[in-house]
């Protein structure tokens, strides 16, 4: 009885689980995307980090593109780790698969304001493009203070 009991609850339990994997690849928004690449660079995780970041052929994990993408993952990591995010607006840009999502970077009490593009490949969001450098202002020194980031901006 109790075999039986813990099998329905397994089976159970995958037949929910089931069409929420297949409904979370393909229904992710840019938003969700941009923060979840950001949470991952924030870890560390670069194998993440490569599955959500590519160009319009697809996740550069899968695609290899682009050529030196490991290394380019490897450096959105140096400058943006420890950095949290929130997107906080969409909107469509110049080509109809691509959006841009205004993107706050926060460490500590200061935050950055970013304009991140995600493209849509393959049924896909991944983030395509942002600024390095004005996103790495997260973690620089800000107005007063010690921690990164620009207070107000």
């Known amino acids: 009885m109790k075999i039986a009991r813990n099998m329905l609850v397994?089976?159970?339990?995958?037949?929910?689980a089931?069409?929420?994997?297949?409904?979370q690849a393909t229904?992710?928004?840019?938003?969700a995307v941009v923060e979840e690449f950001m949470r991952a660079t924030a870890d560390s995780n670069l194998i993440?980090?490569?599955?959500?970041?590519?160009?319009?052929k697809g996740p550069a994990r899968r695609t290899g593109l682009p050529k030196d993408y490991q290394k380019r993952i490897v450096i959105m990591n140096a400058y943006l780790k420890g950095v949290s995010a929130r997107a906080l607006?969409?909107?469509d840009a110049r080509n109809s698969n691509e959006r841009i999502?205004?993107?706050e970077?926060?460490?500590?009490g200061c935050r950055v304001t970013i304009p991140v593009t995600t493209v849509r490949a393959k049924g896909v969001w991944i983030v395509k493009s942002f600024d390095l450098n004005q996103a790495a202002e997260a973690n620089r020194p800000c107005?007063?203070?010690?921690?990164g980031g620009n207070p107000g901006n």
């Not at 229904?27 to 938003?31: E, G, H, L, T």
């Open 10 to 16: 397994a089976v159970a339990a995958v037949a929910c």
């Open 105 to 108: 970077l926060s460490h500590g």
């Open 48 to 56: 993440r980090m490569s599955e959500l970041w590519g160009t319009s």
């Open 18 to 23: 089931a069409p929420l994997v297949g409904q």
């Open 89 to 91: 607006s969409e909107v």
């Open 27 to 31: 229904s992710r928004s840019p938003s």
């Open 143 to 147: 107005e007063g203070s010690r921690q």
């Open 101 to 103: 999502v205004t993107t």
